[in-house]
């Protein structure tokens, strides 16, 4: 009797351990064959870098520079009204056409398209384009 109430309380501790660690992962956005973001992008912590190291160089996406103007203050409302993303449908936004080559000039110039660049963008503008 004694081994069989250890039993049945091990194998409950077994279930609650497996509910409770299966539930923790936050969701999964596959985004091409191999790569997935599993977190939440941030416009400013993810986003921006790569604008400020790719794309809001020097002539290029900057103040007077090529529309849309990527500098680190003036992204998200570029963006914005420039109606260069779609939120929640990143394969119809303008910006990942650009990102993946299907529309030209291919971004960013000289070093397109980018697996890792492409991820993060795609999945910010998938998980609803926040100005986060």
């Known amino acids: 009797m004694y081994k069989k109430k250890i039993a049945i309380l091990a194998g409950f501790v077994a279930i609650i351990m497996l509910v409770t660690t299966g539930c923790y992962k936050t969701d999964t956005l596959v985004v091409n064959p191999g790569s997935s973001i ?10 921006v870098p790569i604008f400020s190291n790719s794309c809001a160089l020097s002539s ?3 103040s007077g520079g ?18 260069y993303f779609k939120a929640n449908d990143p394969d119809n936004s303008v910006i ?7 529309k ?8 397109a398209p980018n697996a890792t660049i492409n991820a993060k963008i795609y999945a910010w503008i ?6 986060n």
């Not at 990942?96 to 080559?101: A, E, S, Y």
């Not at 998938?126 to 100005?131: E, S």
């Open 126 to 131: 998938k998980q609803g384009a926040q100005n």
């Open 60 to 62: 290029c996406h900057v």
């Open 66 to 83: 090529k529309a849309p103007n990527l500098t680190a203050d003036k992204a998200f409302k570029s963006l914005t009204d420039g109606a």
């Open 38 to 47: 599993t977190t939440t992008v941030s416009f400013a912590k993810d986003v």
């Open 104 to 111: 030209s000039p291919a971004m960013p110039l000289g070093n």
């Open 96 to 102: 990942m056409l650009w990102l993946t080559g299907k």
